[in-house]
């Protein structure tokens, strides 16, 4: 729905209109608050057609999943909608005013963050290419559709080690250390009691479904792969507002209580721009615990990350 300029009034503003912030606003929506959700339609799990592993939705189109959230939300008349980028974002007096890419901006007493974070993955030709088809970085949500076939670990660096040593659960594992680092003894017996195999040629390129292609030549042939991704925020409002940061091994987030509520009066947090780890199920759930709190917020008064 088209908003027109200029500025609007909310109970509440969500920026992010993934499964996080759908879940959030209909908390919101539900309790009969004024909501506007901007979105810029940029859901981190849009290369994967299929979403697995959350009850209800296991195996549906993930894009599916989003779609019946948004026209499930859009039923509830205080809810609003706007298909744009929020650039910036400021507390004012009565809260905090929220500006979009074409100059226009929008005030509400609370602000609710969903915006998800960027995956970043190593420089491999052919691997951006088939990320969310035969390349994941979940083996809960995609390990099970390999069938247990043979799966290949692409390290990225040390936290590596933990994919290579989960996915054994799921199939026959190939770990390509790629000169990202050496396991210790240690870690070599503890992967060998897996059963997951070392390789330590290089890799030059994924080709085909998910064939990994060495720098010496040779080709072998995996059901999928497995990438531990560094990640990025997917939005710089966080830190424009002064909202305290935790850094952790892939990359830095939000640091929240578990009310969702961040180091700043008034702004909640959900979904994976506040996790280490994520997905549609846990993105849900955040979201269901962020707009309940930021509901009570309007009532009880605010509180903020110790």
């Known amino acids: 729905m088209h908003i027109p300029h200029p500025t609007t009034e909310f109970d509440v503003i969500v920026i992010g209109g993934s499964y996080a912030g759908l879940s959030a606003a209909m908390q919101l929506a539900r309790a009969r608050r004024r909501v506007l959700v901007i979105d810029a339609g940029q859901r981190r799990n849009r290369y994967a057609q299929h979403s697995h ?91 099970y559709e390999l069938m247990e076939g043979a799966i ?5 660096g040390p936290l590596s080690i933990h994919h290579a040593m989960m996915l054994p659960d799921w199939g026959q594992v190939t770990f390509f250390l790629n000169g990202a680092f050496e396991p210790d003894e ?9 059963g997951v195999a070392i390789e330590r040629t290089p890799v030059q390129a994924i080709a085909g479904h998910a064939a990994v292609q060495l720098q010496d030549g040779r080709s072998l042939e995996m059901a999928g792969l497995f990438v531990l991704t560094r990640t990025h925020s997917g939005s ?10 935790e850094q952790g091994a892939t990359g830095s987030h939000v640091r929240v209580d578990g009310m969702k509520a961040s180091s700043v009066a008034g702004v ?39």
């Open 53 to 143: 592993g959350f009850l209800g939705q296991d195996g549906r189109e993930a894009a599916a999943i989003a779609a019946d959230g948004r026209a499930q939300l859009m039923k509830y008349p205080t809810v609003r909608w706007i298909e744009a980028s929020a650039t910036q974002a400021a507390q004012t007096a009565q809260g905090f005013r929220v500006t979009l890419t074409d100059g226009g901006s929008f005030n509400a007493a609370r602000l609710l963050l969903a915006t998800g974070v960027v995956d970043e993955l190593p420089p491999i030709a052919g691997l951006a290419e088939r990320w969310g088809s035969s390349a994941f970085h979940c083996p809960y949500c995609h390990g």
């Open 152 to 156: 290949g670990v692409l390290a990225t």
């Open 186 to 194: 240690a870690q070599l017996a503890a992967l060998a009691a897996r």
């Open 236 to 245: 710089p409002l966080a830190e424009q507002l002064g909202c305290e940061m």
């Open 268 to 306: 909640f947090v959900c979904g994976d721009a506040a996790r280490l780890f994520g997905n549609v199920a846990l993105a849900v759930a955040d979201g269901a615990m962020a707009g309940a709190a930021t509901h009570q917020s309007l009532i009880f008064g605010l509180a903020t990350a110790a």
